[in-house]
């Protein structure tokens, strides 16, 4: 009963005519209407079937664009659109892993740019605690399995290069903060994990996955969803624990940071470094910052 009802809601215009053309083809037939009534009956037929036509095209064509609003991106497509997104945003949010990619070309060149065109740059960054060892340890198993094998022999995925890496993606916002002050930027540690990477510009947001093998998907800013996931950035980063960076202000860094000024930085953060960290992990955290080899 209740499909019978949806279908009925669904083609009550198309219903409508049918049974009004019936019933004026059968009281012609019987001489009840003249011919000039079932002349009028006849147009008020082809007006409901011409209603009926254009709602159908308007919904077909709606079903296309919405089927249109993704487009996937493969292999050097997705560096290209994220080039093309960096080019003119006046803002970026970001949300993933340890922000690897963001601090090795995404923030380098959008203050470039926007140094170039002297405007101003807004920038969220939500990634993983480095503080919390257990989702750090998760995490790197999870790229370990992922990575390919050159990656996993070179530069392979520990709970220490997690932590690494998030430490530096906080490092690399107080230093571009330092070299570029209209740059407003934010950070904010998640307490889940996530395999999916969400980078959002002004023209497009470009969801990527760890996995390097699979494709990416992108929404412009004019099509379905992107409003979507604009607010589900936001709502995410509100609920992130945030890193007062701010409070590091004070702390004057260099072009390549010394080991002091890093560890008074987050000294100034109340961020505490892991009490395992040596002077060569906290020179590691400024490499991967400012100097990153492998960005993916």
Same mark, same amino acid.
């Given at each position: 009963?209740?499909?019978?009802? %949806?279908? /009925? *809601?669904?083609?009550?215009?198309?219903?409508? $005519?049918?049974?009004? =053309?019936?019933? +004026?083809?059968? &009281?012609?037939?019987?001489?009840?209407?003249?011919?000039?009534?079932?002349?009028?009956?006849?147009?008020?037929?082809?007006?409901?079937?011409?209603? %009926?036509? /254009? *709602?159908?095209?308007?919904?077909?064509?709606? $079903?296309?664009?919405? =089927?249109?609003? +993704?487009?996937? &991106?493969?292999?050097?497509?997705?560096?290209?659109?994220?080039?093309?997104?960096?080019?003119?945003?006046?803002?970026?949010?970001?949300?993933?892993? %340890?922000?690897?990619?963001?601090?090795?070309?995404?923030?380098?060149?959008?203050?470039?740019?926007?140094?170039?065109?002297?405007?101003?740059?807004?920038?969220?960054?939500?990634?993983?605690?480095?503080?919390?060892?257990?989702?750090?340890?998760?995490?790197?198993?999870?790229?370990?399995?992922?990575?390919?094998?050159?990656?996993?022999?070179?530069?392979?995925?520990?709970?220490?290069?997690?932590?690494?890496?998030?430490?530096?993606?906080?490092?690399?916002?107080?230093?571009?903060?330092?070299?570029?002050?209209?740059?407003?930027?934010?950070?904010?540690?998640?307490?889940?994990?996530?395999?999916?990477?969400?980078?959002?510009?002004?023209?497009?947001?470009?969801?990527?996955?760890?996995?390097?093998?699979?494709?990416?998907?992108?929404?412009?800013?004019?099509?379905?969803?992107?409003?979507?996931?604009?607010?589900?950035?936001?709502?995410?980063?509100?609920?992130?624990?945030?890193?007062?960076?701010?409070?590091?202000?004070?702390?004057?860094?260099?072009?390549?940071?010394?080991?002091?000024?890093?560890?008074?930085?987050?000294?100034?953060?109340?961020?505490?470094?892991?009490?395992?960290?040596?002077?060569?992990?906290?020179?590691?955290?400024?490499?991967?910052?400012?100097?990153?080899?492998?960005?993916?």
């Amino acid at each position: 009963m209740a499909r019978f009802l %949806t279908w /009925l *809601r669904n083609n009550v215009d198309g219903l409508v $005519a049918l049974v009004l =053309a019936a019933a +004026v083809g059968v &009281l012609a037939v019987i001489d009840v209407l003249e011919a000039d009534k079932v002349n009028a009956a006849v147009l008020l037929v082809l007006a409901l079937l011409a209603t %009926t036509l /254009l *709602r159908d095209r308007h919904l077909s064509a709606k $079903a296309m664009r919405d =089927a249109s609003s +993704v487009q996937m &991106l493969n292999g050097p497509e997705i560096g290209h659109q994220h080039t093309l997104a960096r080019r003119d945003t006046e803002k970026w949010i970001f949300k993933g892993g %340890t922000g690897t990619y963001v601090r090795a070309v995404t923030l380098k060149e959008c203050v470039r740019n926007a140094r170039r065109d002297q405007r101003s740059l807004r920038v969220r960054l939500e990634i993983l605690d480095p503080t919390n060892e257990l989702l750090c340890k998760t995490y790197a198993e999870f790229r370990a399995s992922v990575a390919p094998d050159a990656v996993r022999t070179r530069d392979p995925w520990t709970t220490r290069r997690v932590q690494q890496e998030s430490f530096a993606t906080v490092l690399a916002a107080c230093w571009y903060k330092q070299q570029y002050s209209p740059l407003d930027i934010a950070v904010g540690f998640s307490s889940v994990m996530t395999t999916f990477r969400w980078d959002l510009s002004t023209s497009c947001v470009i969801i990527t996955q760890d996995n390097p093998n699979t494709p990416a998907m992108m929404f412009e800013r004019d099509k379905p969803y992107y409003r979507d996931f604009s607010r589900e950035l936001d709502s995410s980063f509100d609920q992130a624990k945030k890193v007062p960076l701010g409070d590091a202000r004070d702390v004057q860094l260099d072009e390549q940071p010394t080991v002091e000024q890093v560890r008074a930085v987050f000294d100034a953060l109340r961020l505490p470094l892991p009490a395992s960290f040596e002077d060569r992990d906290v020179a590691e955290i400024v490499r991967r910052a400012l100097n990153p080899e492998n960005p993916f």
